[in-house]
Nanobody, 126 residues
Framework: DVQLQASGGGWVHAGGSLRLSCTVS????????IAWFRQAPGKEREGVSCIEWPDGTTYSSDSVKGRFIISSDNTAKTVFLQMNSLKPEDTANYYC???????????????????WGQGTLVTVSS
């Protein structure tokens, strides 16, 4: 079974930084993608950032481009989301997810990955 464990959420002032981690087990890293999604209260879940295997191509939504960086430690089977210059509108539950397709553009657009992890809450105060 594919399992994803997200961690690293917390409370931070606007302008601050947080790093989320997603530890993955049971997933074949020879191909596919790992993505971060978020869902704010009263809003739909949206794609934030995504990384593809095996070439490491990354994608980020326009709302976080230039502020959030997705990366991976393949040995540790962990995907990170470095979040800088955080804004109050970044407040949400953040979920990591895995998909057997190396199609980040599709995974982020449809918000229907094959496997979901649990969320970690990020709160940014003004």
């Amino acid at each position: 079974d594919v399992q994803l464990q997200a961690s690293g959420g917390g409370w931070v002032h606007a302008g601050g930084s947080l790093r989320l981690s997603c530890t993955v087990s049971g997933f074949t890293f020879r191909g596919g993608s790992i993505a971060w999604f978020r869902q704010a209260p009263g809003k739909e879940r949206e794609g934030v950032s995504c990384i593809e295997w095996p070439d490491g191509t990354t994608y980020s939504s326009d709302s976080v481009k230039g502020r959030f960086i997705i990366s991976s430690d393949n040995t540790a089977k962990t995907v990170f989301l470095q979040m800088n210059s955080l804004k109050p509108e970044d407040t949400a539950n953040y979920y990591c997810a895995a998909d057997d397709r190396d199609e980040c553009w599709n995974v982020m657009k449809t918000v229907r990955p094959d496997y979901w992890g649990q969320g970690t809450l990020v709160t940014v105060s003004s």
